[in-house]
Each structure stands twice: as C-alpha cells, then as structure tokens.
C-alpha cells in the first residue's frame, strides 16, 4: 500500500489533529480512523463518473501512536469493489501531503498555544 506516514508527533498534537478531523466531520466507525474526502478536481474521470453511484471518494487517514499515516488508495464509500477504487493521481498524492503538513502544522501551533 502506497502511503505518506509522519512519525514523532508530539501527543497534544495528535490530538488537537483529531479534535480537527472530528470537528469536520471525517470519523469513521473506527477509532482513529478518518475518512478524508476529495475534491472533484482530484478524481480521477472514472471516480467522477461513478459519484453518484459508488461516492463520495475519500483517502483513509490512520493516527498512529507517536505519528499520523495517509493512505494513498481512493475508496468509494458507497461500494467496496469497483473500478473506481484505485490510486490517485501523483498530483493528487503531492496535493495531500501538502494538506496533512498544513494540518499538522495548525495542530502544533495550537498546542503550543499557553492555555
């Protein structure tokens, strides 16, 4: 499984990115597991075709203990197995990484924050 993994993340910084994550809607059923939603512009044209059908197309974002993992594989939260499952494009995974950094980066400055 293709993957970007962040480790050595301080505790209170994991958890301010949870609280985020929660906050926005993106748990799943599973305890420290988010579903991250994609935008159109980052479907591949087989997972626009199938929105309606198999969607919405998300990648599976895991808190670690000590670190975060992205998972690079798009899901279709309507169904388990279709074509519409697969990789995204190398765009899309540098576009994500940049997002979690962003994230991550807004979680350490709030916990740095004196309270």
């Known amino acids: 499984m293709r993957c ?3 480790d050595e993340l301080p505790a209170d910084t994991l958890e301010k990115l949870e609280k985020t994550l929660d906050e926005r809607g ?3 059923s599973i305890e420290k597991l988010y579903w ?3 935008e159109a512009r ?3 044209p087989v997972q626009q075709e199938h929105t309606a059908s198999c969607g919405p197309h998300c990648l599976a974002l895991e808190i670690l203990d000590g670190g ?3 998972e690079f594989l798009v899901r279709a939260q309507g169904r388990m ?3 519409c499952v697969s990789y ?3 765009e899309t995974e540098r576009d ?3 997002w979690l950094d962003a994230r991550l980066k807004e979680a350490s400055s709030a916990s740095s924050l004196p309270q």
């Open 4 to 6: 970007y993994v962040v």
């Open 26 to 28: 993106y748990a799943s």
């Open 36 to 38: 991250i939603p994609l």
């Open 42 to 44: 980052h479907l591949l």
């Open 68 to 70: 975060v993992r992205l």
């Open 81 to 83: 197995r279709c074509e």
């Open 88 to 90: 995204p494009s190398p």
């Open 96 to 98: 994500m990484m940049l």
